[in-house]
């Protein structure tokens, strides 16, 4: 069975903000609200550093995440992708859009 290697974090201040910003976003009182933006942008769920940019998930996240270095970036990654995944089944319908592979 595949157990994901614990590397530890490199820059805790940086991570510490992204990883903040990132749960406050897929909080279940704003996850929709995130989603929607996503489909009106016409983003991917999955596609953190495109949301990024366009600063869906804030302004102070762009700043915080280009101190990391390779390996605190994957974790980000890595986190970001496990709380897409973990968004309730109805709003992945409901956007189905943003969750769509085309």
């Known amino acids: ?61 762009g700043q915080a995440y280009s101190f990391l270095g390779d390996s605190d970036r994957g974790q980000v990654r890595e986190l970001y992708l496990s709380l897409v995944e973990r968004v309730v089944p109805e709003l992945r319908a409901k956007y189905l859009k943003a969750y769509a592979y085309y």
């Open 1 to 61: 069975m595949y157990e994901q290697a614990l590397l530890p974090v490199q820059d805790g201040m940086h991570f510490g903000e992204v990883k903040e910003v990132l749960e406050h976003v897929f909080a279940p009182a704003n996850v929709a609200s995130y989603l929607r933006r996503l489909t009106s942008a016409n983003l991917r769920a999955r596609d953190f550093e495109g949301a990024m940019r366009r600063g869906l998930l804030g302004t102070s996240i």
